[in-house]
T-cell receptor
Framework: EVQFVESGGGLVQPGESLTVSCLASTLSFSSFNMHWIRQAPGKGLEWVSYISGSGKTIYYAESVKGRFTVSRDDAKSSLYLQMNNLHNDDTATYYCAYSFTSGSFYFGGQGTLVTVSS | SYVLTQPPSVSVAPGRTAKVTCEGTNFAGKNVHWYQQKPGLAPVLVLYDNSDRPSRISERFSGFNSGNTASLIISRVEAGDEADYYC??????????FGVGTKVTVL
């Protein structure tokens, strides 16, 4: 079963940038279509971004479009989310997940907490 | 944007059946997926494509999609089923929506 380790979270001020990472425990990472999903403290889940296994297809939620950039390095079995111009409401635990089937998600990690506050 | 409505809470006695609903518009032809999340842990997929269970998920979890309402059914509820449950639907390639979540409490 694939496991993910998310990292890179921390405390940043509004307007700053941060990159979070997701390391997968599989050598077949290139075959996984991947997502970032976030959860604000005490709140529900919000889909953030998608990148296909080839890296050629990318989608973003409207709330982050133009500020966040998703990328992957299959040689390192890693997924990244570069977040620019962070807002207070970007504060959340960020999870990576893969497309399990027909649009469902397999999470496999514990997430990384990003706190945006002055 | 699309909204998926779930009841904030559902309470059920051990051994009984819990039903969590997820209401939305334009469900026709769309697959609904369900997640269980316990405090401090990542969500776990319990149903996909309206009614299919991943391996390792108990057969006590079932579901159906009747058009504008999808339902997650937990039979013979156990204390370990106490958690938040979220439904999820893709409305377009870049529009994935989660329900607000339902807290299932085992009495």
């Amino acid at each position: 079963e694939v496991q993910f380790v998310e990292s890179g979270g921390g405390l940043v001020q509004p307007g700053e940038s941060l990159t979070v990472s997701c390391l997968a425990s599989t050598l077949s990472f290139s075959s996984f279509n991947m997502h970032w999903i976030r959860q604000a403290p005490g709140k529900g889940l919000e889909w953030v971004s998608y990148i296909s296994g080839s890296g050629k297809t990318i989608y973003y939620a409207e709330s982050v479009k133009g500020r966040f950039t998703v990328s992957r390095d299959d040689a390192k079995s890693s997924l990244y989310l570069q977040m620019n111009n962070l807002h207070n409401d970007d504060t959340a635990t960020y999870y990576c997940a893969y497309s399990f089937t027909s649009g469902s998600f397999y999470f496999g990690g514990q997430g990384t907490l990003v706190t945006v506050s002055s | 944007s699309y909204v998926l409505t779930q009841p904030p809470s559902v309470s059920v006695a051990p051994g009984r059946t819990a039903k969590v609903t997820c209401e939305g518009t334009n469900f026709a032809g769309k697959n609904v997926h369900w997640y269980q999340q316990k405090p401090g842990l990542a969500p776990v997929l319990v149903l996909y494509d309206n009614s299919d269970r991943p391996s390792r998920i108990s057969e006590r979890f079932s579901g159906f999609n009747s058009g504008n309402t999808a339902s997650l059914i937990i039979s013979r509820v156990e204390a370990g089923d106490e958690a938040d449950y979220y439904c999820q639907v893709w409305f377009s390639k870049s529009d994935c929506v989660f329900g607000v979540g339902t807290k299932v409490t085992v009495l």
